[in-house]
């Protein structure tokens, strides 16, 4: 039996291979979309849960603010230049009034705030590597939140301003105190969530979880 020769078109097609724009082919039963199912990308398998997600977020979100709060309000009140002051009679003066440690104390929260947010970023990557948007945004959120407790807990260390002026009076004249903490530039606060941010974004650039990488379509050949 004599097997039939292929025809001019046939190996035209055989050379051609698939058509890439061809209709793509039906979705097997039970098939993955990307709202989870038997897919091939890395969250194949598992069907998106908001209130997981939202659940995460805050969890990072409380263990961030706890964490940066407390850090950056004993850092800050142990390592910000203080303000001296100059008793005279029954007022205070600056000592030096061309000084620059009104605003010191600004800078070292921020500088502080900086340093303890880029921390917070690298342990929730650490820990969280495959993170997602909710656990991110509780990222930013927790460390926004632990500034403005590490700010009140910073000032809440000093003694007040009644104390201060007790503390003024039985020195007398010519003494030379310090003055209470305060942070006067409340954009500091920023300081911890721009550092947890940045850190996270780096490290997931760099050592974060990659897609597959899709090969592209075969160029057809005409002819």
């Known amino acids: 039996m004599t097997l039939p020769l292929p025809t001019p078109d ?9 058509d890439p724009w061809a ?24 069907p998106v849960s908001w209130g997981r997600e939202i659940l995460a977020g805050a969890v990072v979100m409380a263990a961030v603010a706890a964490a940066v709060g407390p850090v950056l ?26 000084s620059q440690q ?23 990557f650490l820990l969280r590597r495959r993170s997602g948007v909710a656990e991110t945004a509780g990222l930013a959120l927790g460390a926004g939140l632990g500034a403005v407790l590490a700010w009140r807990l910073g000032e809440l260390l000093e003694p007040d301003r009644d104390e201060i002026r007790e503390l003024a009076r039985r020195l007398g004249d010519g003494a030379v105190i310090d003055a209470p903490l305060e942070l006067n530039a409340l954009g500091a606060l920023i300081g911890p969530a721009f550092g947890a941010l940045l850190a996270h974004f780096l490290c997931m650039a760099l050592w974060g979880p990659r897609d597959p990488v899709r090969r592209p379509p075969v160029f057809p050949r005409w002819g």
């Open 73 to 98: 309000g004993l850092l800050w009140e142990r390592l910000a230049p203080r303000v001296r002051l100059l008793v005279g009679g029954d007022a205070l003066y600056l000592e030096n009034p061309e």
């Open 23 to 46: 209709a793509p082919p039906p979705p097997a039963p039970g098939g993955a979309t990307g709202l989870g199912g038997a897919g091939s990308g890395p969250g194949a398998g598992r």
């Open 102 to 124: 009104a605003i010191a104390g600004d800078g070292t929260f921020l500088l502080l705030g900086l340093g303890v947010g880029l921390a917070a970023g690298v342990g929730v």
């Open 10 to 18: 046939d190996r035209r097609a055989a050379m051609r291979g698939p």
